[in-house]
């Protein structure tokens, strides 16, 4: 197989890394030999290699910009003839072209001369040439070790490489918009670690399962992925009991950035991921994305700032984590939940009832109770324990 990267925008500098990373990305998936030949990857397969299993892989392998099933032949013109003769004898009548890439200057024959010998030879057997729109198009790629053909170009996802721009700590709620933020995150090159505030409701345990599911399709993407989760009961009700309805949203989503401002400094994370878009409506209004963003110390990247709601699903389709994502769990119980939250939170405000229910003692306990579950892209590294029996509100 040929694997490309795309390589625009890409300074020359980090072009080794980025090539590293996409390697190893790879072999986490794949068992075949993964080779890095002068500006292109290649995979070598076995009689018994998976094909369908290595496609899904490269598919879900951010970096990669396109990739194909080829035959390797040696660096010789009689040998590439040889081959393309064999593809258009194996394939449907109708047109066709050549489409001749030269990596390896050192080879004798330009691109140009290469499409019209291999051309001639393919003509002679009847088959028309059509430049535009063909029918078969065979693609005679000339790299440093061998000659590369193939005929199908497979789509990857595009973005850089998992790792490359570094650790972020991604904040996972289990509806359709925050597992599509990460992934788009994932697709810049950050790493991402999942976090999860585990609220009480009457389906705790479904929740958990659900999160952990989400977790495995987006490790999928990401490579082993930390997941980690903070019960969040107590300070739930500590905001129920004192906090007006109104504001509770506020002071909620500001004791989250609290608590993931310590988990990200232990883990050595840069920035964190929400899945917030602009509506006029709860806590997704620019007074109130101001203050809750004002607990987070790092940048906050939300993704999907430019995107419609429809357009959010579509992605989570593509995914595949739209279908966990709508299970009919809510992760917010509706005790907590104004009918008319604030829409223009002022800061002040908002800081004093912190100081009313005692908000950094409860942050640090809880960061304490923070469990940490691995997972990997074929599921649960380790199991874990049932979800424990949590007292009613
Ligand atoms: P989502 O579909 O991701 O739940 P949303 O449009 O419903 O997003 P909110 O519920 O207001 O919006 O949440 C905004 C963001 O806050 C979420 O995208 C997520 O990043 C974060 N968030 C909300 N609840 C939780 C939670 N329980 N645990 C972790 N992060 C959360
Ligand atoms: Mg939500």
Redesign the pocket.
Known sequence: MVIHYGETGLKAGNRPRFETALAVNIRRRVRELVRRVGGRLTLALWADSDREQIRTALEETFGIANFAFAARVPLDLAAIEKKALEIAQGAPPGSFKISARRANKRFPLTSEQINRQIGAAVAALGRPVRLVDPDLTIHVEVAFDAAYLYTDLLAGPGGLPVGVSGRVV?????????????LLAMKRGCKCLL?????YSFYEAAVRQK?LDLATVLARFNGRTKVLI?P?LELQKAIVHKVPAEAR?LV??RA?FQI?EKLREREGAKAF?????L?QV???TLDNLRVIYAAAPRPVI?P?MGYDKNE?VRLARRFGTYDI?IRPYE??CSAFVARHPETRGRLEEIEAWEQEIEMAPLVARLVEQTETVMVRPSGLERPIAAAEQTPSL
């Open positions: 991604a904040l996972i709620s289990g509806g359709i918009d925050s597992p599509v933020a990460a976090l999860h505030f585990h609220n999160i903070v969040f949203m909620y989503r989250m993931a991921v929400t899945g917030d878009n509506a709860a806590s997704q939300a999907l959010v994502s992760d917010c």
